[in-house]
């Protein structure tokens, strides 16, 4: 489907058929949790908050650190303590380049820019850890091909 046609109004058919079922299902969804809703006071407001991350512009489908499944830092109500922290100002995490809170980031903000690898929200670090134990594990099983293709191994397997 052409990505273009969905800011088409209105919007045609096939889009319309394509997302049927999808709309279908989060009017099922949505019967099920907003009553639910009640039980955490804060729910309508965070789930705007998420919300409007994306409100006014589209995801960037080969940004690694706006296509992940995690939630950004931001959106969950924060303690007293952390409301307490608004004093020290936001910072922009290198990673998805939002302004953030002091209790989005490993590192206090007084030492934010001696630690440039420090500079990533908790979320966006959990995207690079991911990232390098997915390269890691490509890396030992490019070796163990590597091995059991070995031509030595091979001769050895005949000799057996």
Not at 87 to 108: I, K, M
Not at 112 to 124: D, G, M, N
Request: with cysteine.
């Amino acid at each position: 489907m052409d990505q273009k046609g969905w800011g088409q109004r209105p919007l045609p058919r096939t889009f319309l058929d394509f997302a049927f079922p999808q709309m279908t299902h989060l009017r099922m969804l949505a019967t099920e949790l907003l009553p639910q809703a009640s039980i955490s006071p804060n729910i309508l407001r965070e789930s705007k908050r998420y919300i409007e991350i994306w409100h006014h512009q589209r995801r960037d489908p080969k940004n690694r650190y706006k296509i992940h499944n995690y939630l950004p830092q931001g959106i969950i109500e924060r303690t007293e303590r952390e409301r307490n922290w608004k004093l020290l100002g936001t910072r922009a995490c290198r990673g998805c380049e939002r302004d953030l809170y002091q209790e989005s980031f490993q590192v206090e903000f007084r030492r934010f820019k001696r630690l440039p690898e420090k500079q990533f929200c908790y979320t966006c670090s959990k995207v690079n850890l991911r990232q390098i134990r997915r390269n890691r594990f490509l890396d030992i099983l490019e070796l163990a091909k590597s091995r059991t293709s070995s031509p030595v191994l091979m001769e050895t397997k005949v000799h057996s």
